[in-house]
């Protein structure tokens, strides 16, 4: 169901483990943030849209994953904004994609959603009464942004902060850490996540930003005495650093594949600190 946030700003579910997408409504313009997997949920970003009378012209992709570029296909000839790095990260997966939803490499580039109006740090977007921060947040993926409103206090955090499912870190738990750190600077009062509930309330925004961090830190901290004292055996420190001790009751354990999520960050953390050291697993 979509959902006005604030006013103004409405989330979109979309089918890939509890998205959200974002529409936000100006004087102006709408925009669309990012469009799902699947023609059908751009499909109904644009009509809702169109409903409230305005043209779906503009679009924000906030970096080149599957499930934020494929769903375009209703936007093919708009303006679409998204960070300079995307169009190469986009480049970069579609062989992967192809393989993996078994469809030629041209099937898959002609579906995605392609950046048109490219940024190398950070842009404003204006609709009318209302602005658009985008800026980059890396860590969840290289080419990341979130995009802050600043007149109703509202961060779209895309995958920089999911609250529905274990943090996924595909790009550098450092810079993650780092990018959550800064967000948590910014007078928030609802975060709309990539993937997950919304968060209201500036408390539960802070406390959540909290927790993500104590969970990168806690786990990094784990795996690097484990290191220290001279663990080389990586099957061994992921078995270690368990589900219910890192994750307990913050996220349903029998949702999304969750302790595999669990698994694969540890995974992550692990191969960040032994590579930090120049060190091989056994
Ligand atoms: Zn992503």
New binding site residues.
């Given amino acids: 169901m979509i959902a006005e946030e604030a006013p103004g700003i409405f989330s979109v579910p979309h089918s890939a483990a509890e998205g959200r997408n974002v529409i936000a409504l100006g004087e102006e313009s709408a925009i669309a943030i990012d469009v799902g997997t699947h023609p059908e949920e751009g499909g109904q970003m644009a009509d809702f849209i169109r409903a409230r009378g305005y043209q779906p012209n503009r679009v924000i992709i906030t970096?080149g994953?599957r499930?934020?570029i494929l769903g375009g296909e209703v936007f093919r000839g708009v303006d679409v904004f998204a960070p300079r790095k995307t169009v190469g990260e986009i480049r970069r997966q579609i062989p992967g994609l192809a393989k993996q939803m078994g469809l030629a490499e041209d099937v898959i580039r002609r579906r995605v959603l392609h950046p048109t109006i490219t940024f190398d740090d950070q842009l404003w977007i204006d609709l009318g009464d209302r602005q658009l921060h985008l800026f980059p947040t890396p860590g969840?993926?290289p080419d990341?942004v979130s995009v802050y409103i600043s007149d109703c206090r509202l961060l779209v955090a895309?995958?920089t902060v999911v609250t529905g499912i274990a943090p996924?870190i595909?790009h550098s738990s450092v810079e993650l850490e780092a990018s959550i750190n800064r967000l948590k600077q910014l007078e928030i009062e609802t975060l709309i996540s990539?993937h997950g509930p919304a968060l209201h309330g500036q408390a539960v925004v802070q406390d959540w930003l909290n927790w993500l961090t104590t969970y990168i830190s806690g786990v990094r901290s784990a795996v690097a005495g484990m290191i220290a004292e001279g663990e080389r055996d990586r099957e061994a420190i992921l078995a270690s650093i368990g589900y219910d001790e890192y994750i307990g009751d913050r996220l349903p354990k029998n949702k999304h594949g969750m302790p595999k999520r669990h698994r694969n960050a540890v995974a992550k953390i692990a191969d960040e600190e032994m590579a930090t050291r120049c060190y091989d697993w056994a």
């Fill in positions: 970096h994953h499930d934020h969840h993926s990341i895309s995958d996924a595909f990539g």
